[in-house]
T-cell receptor
Framework: GAGVSQSPSNKVTEKGKDVELRCDPI?????LYWYRQSLGQGLEFLIY????????KSGLPSDRFSAERTGGSVSTLTIQRTQQEDSAVYLC????????????FGPGTRLTVT | QQQVKQSPQSLIVQKGGIPIINCAYE??????FPWYQQFPGKGPALLIA?????SEKKEGRFTISFNKSAKQFSLHIMDSQPGDSATYFC?????????????FGSGTQLTVLP
């Protein structure tokens, strides 16, 4: 079956521009997670959704970051007024239940802010 | 607040060797202990996982052992191959609590020499 997909796969943007990153989770998965991974580093947890609800947004790095999920499916991570330090790979994952099951990861979106 | 401590940070072994990667955790409210494998340019993928009702689980050349009293679980790779060269993460999800506690270990970069 189809796995988690993310788009775009690569995004180059100028400092100060807004970007939207999209995640299509596995159908039926209640939980959806966003992570950020800088080059050669571990995964930094950003936010998770249970259904359309994000119970805790405190993991987002700044108020320039926001995320939403609609219809219990697609999620969008938006970064406003991008900065060079936002450059990283943004990974999305989904699982049947939050905090209980294997996470299935997408291939990631590589964001480069110039 | 760091929930898991992974070691070593990097590991180099000869083909056929048995690399061992450890993950120590602080929070006792975990009931699922997974190891993820990540190849360059790809998202992490579940390699093997264990529930705390067993002390060891073997899948092919990969074994996960769990020591509840020591709050530690380990990954052993038998007869390691160059294709096992990847980064490995432990990532026990909390049963409940703040989403900020959903952290991956810092990662272990394994290199298996031919």
């Amino acid at each position: 079956g189809a796995g988690v997909s993310q788009s775009p796969s690569n995004k180059v943007t100028e400092k100060g521009k807004d970007v939207e990153l999209r995640c299509d989770p596995i159908s039926g998965h209640t939980a959806l997670y966003w992570y950020r991974q800088s080059l050669g580093q571990g995964l930094e947890f950003l936010i998770y959704f249970q259904g359309n609800s994000a119970p805790d947004k405190s993991g987002l790095p700044s108020d320039r970051f926001s995320a939403e999920r609609t219809g219990g499916s697609v999620s969008t991570l938006t970064i406003q007024r991008t900065q060079q330090e936002d450059s990283a790979v943004y990974l999305c994952a989904s699982s049947p239940r939050p905090f209980r099951d294997e996470q299935y990861f997408g291939p990631g979106t590589r964001l480069t802010v110039t | 607040q760091q929930q898991v401590k992974q070691s070593p940070q990097s590991l180099i072994v000869q083909k056929g060797g048995i690399p061992i990667i450890n993950c120590a955790y602080e929070n006792t409210a975990f009931d699922y202990f997974p190891w993820y494998q990540q190849f360059p340019g790809k998202g992490p993928a579940l390699l093997i996982a264990i529930r705390p009702d067993v002390s060891e689980k073997k899948e092919g050349r990969f074994t996960i052992s769990f020591n509840k009293s020591a709050k530690q679980f380990s990954l052993h790779i038998m007869d390691s191959q160059p294709g096992d060269s990847a980064t490995y993460f432990c990532a026990p999800p909390p049963i409940s609590g703040s989403a900020r506690q959903l952290t991956f270990g810092s990662g272990t970069q394994l290199t298996v020499l031919p």
